[in-house]
């Protein structure tokens, strides 16, 4: 299958691909192509033009600026997975990047992209949920700033406007080292069934605070507050974990579909939350947990 | 006549540059096939998932079913055909004949491409790194064994020359 005909414009700028959008009713924006052209080859998509703005090199790249660490839309999952910044400092990032699709679409596929899609059930918005990600939106003439869990609204809904461009994520440049991303995938996509992303503070025997994140189990990524607030405070150790665990996916509406159930998604978010939250802990504290 | 729809596209193709006026919406692997002829990049899904059309773009794997011909301007393009010939096959292309890593081959330039993607960045995959590194190709066949051991097999002997 092919795309329905369209009239494909390339931006040379930021500026200029604003213009573009600006200009057109029905219009998508074309990052690495790798939610979008599938959407449109199925027909799912047929806009009336499409601005490429895959040739913008100053909106690809990670950078540290102050307390934050700026990753640009369209750097690739590729890129990210080979930038030292990352590895260093993102274990959950560097976790879910090795089992996010597959070699050739981490090639091409940006996370710009995959935040402005707005899929339910992708690997990345997890980790960025759980590492307080915002997102930097740009207009004609003004660009703006939103939290991550203010910006995903829903299955393919997000709080993107017409005539916006997604330019930039940025995360917090001191993230808590306990971090960790675990999934359960569906084979042949390889998108999480669920998935959890665990962030925890560590001090004296103590978690601190903690964030999780939970994907591909409701209808947006959310974060389990009853979880966090377990663990807020409790000592650091396999106990704590599993009793907040068990309430990972308390309180979400669940999705059901040809792949999986609402209550075995339940079932999974519990589960790989309790793995996620261990190696997490490991993370945090160094230690290499019983096997 | 051009219309609205079309799109000059040049760029370089297995080390020779080429110009053509395509549909916007042509694909990258439709034009390889149907523009330039090379039938070794194949189409096995609809959905982005089988790996059959994977070239290297700029030196890196991808799907060519899931690239406008017209994003790839300006790029170089590798396909099967690029990488090696009837009288000196590509260590890759090697190691699958001596392994039989194929049976129908409709999977194997894709394959092919993968591996050499797979290599590239580890040079000495284990076992299961080949089987994650395959997570973008289907292969209906051969049930992979003979796949894996042809990916270390080239492996090793890319680390020996
Ligand atoms: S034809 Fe490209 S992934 Fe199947
Ligand atoms: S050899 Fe037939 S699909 Fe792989």
């Known amino acids: ?43 799912l998509a047929v806009p009336e033009a499409v601005v490429d703005i895959g040739g913008i090199t100053e909106l690809a ?9 700026r990753i640009g839309a369209l750097t690739t999952y590729r890129a990210l997975q080979r930038d030292e910044l990352i590895a260093a400092r993102f274990p959950a990032m560097t976790d879910a990047l090795a089992v996010l699709a597959d070699q050739q679409v981490r090639a091409r596929g940006t996370v710009g992209g995959c935040v402005a899609h707005g899929d339910p059930a992708a690997d990345l918005p997890a980790v960025l949920l759980a590492l307080d990600a915002s997102v930097t939106v740009a207009a004609r003439g003004a660009t703006r700033t939103v939290a991550l869990g203010d910006f995903l609204r829903g299955i393919y809904a997000t709080d993107l406007a017409t005539g916006e461009i997604v330019t930039e994520i940025s995360v917090g440049a001191a993230p808590p080292p306990g971090q960790a991303y675990e999934k359960f995938e569906q084979s042949a996509s390889h998108l999480p069934l669920a998935g959890v992303c665990a962030a925890l503070s560590v001090s004296d025997g103590v978690i601190t605070s903690a964030r999780v994140a939970v994907t591909g189990v409701a209808g947006r990524v959310f974060r389990s507050f009853d979880t966090e607030r377990a663990l807020a405070g409790a000592p650091a150790e396999p106990a704590s974990l599993e009793a907040s665990a068990a309430l990972a996916a308390d309180g979400a509406e669940p999705l059901s579909d040809q792949h999986a159930t609402g209550p075995f998604r339940q079932h999974l978010a519990r589960v790989l939350a309790r ?17 | 006549m051009p219309s609205a729809t079309d799109v000059s596209v040049e760029l370089t193709v297995n080390g020779r540059s080429c110009r053509r006026e395509v549909p916007a919406r042509t694909l990258l692997v439709h034009f390889l096939r149907e523009q330039l002829g090379l039938t070794g990049t194949h189409v096995g899904c609809d959905t982005t998932q089988c790996g059959a059309c994977t070239v290297a773009m700029d030196g890196v794997a991808v799907k060519s079913c899931t690239v406008l011909a017209a994003q790839a301007g300006g790029h170089e393009i590798t396909t099967i055909e690029g990488i090696g010939d009837e009288g000196k096959l590509h260590p890759v292309q090697h190691a699958f004949w001596a392994e039989h890593g194929l049976q129908c081959g409709y999977c194997t330039p894709g394959m092919v491409m993968a591996v ?31 796949i894996v051991a042809a ?11």
């Not at chain 2, 960045?121 to 209906?140: E, Y």
């Open chain 1, 275 to 291: 793995r996620a939250l261990a190696r997490a802990l490991t993370r945090a504290t160094g230690e290499v947990p019983p096997r």
């Open chain 2, 116 to 146: 050499r993607q797979i290599i590239a960045d580890n040079p000495d995959p284990t076992d299961a790194d080949v089987r994650r590194g395959l997570a973008g190709n289907i292969c209906r066949c051969t049930g992979y064994q003979n």
């Open chain 1, 61 to 69: 790249g990670v950078s540290p600026d102050g307390d934050r660490v």
């Open chain 2, 151 to 161: 990916a270390l097999a080239a492996a090793a002997a890319m680390r020996e020359s």
């Open chain 1, 1 to 43: 299958m092919f795309p329905a005909d369209f009239r494909y414009l390339r931006a040379e700028s930021l500026p200029h691909a604003l213009d573009l959008l600006a200009d057109g009713e029905d219009v998508k924006v074309l990052a690495g192509g790798q939610s979008l052209l599938p959407m449109m080859k199925l027909r």
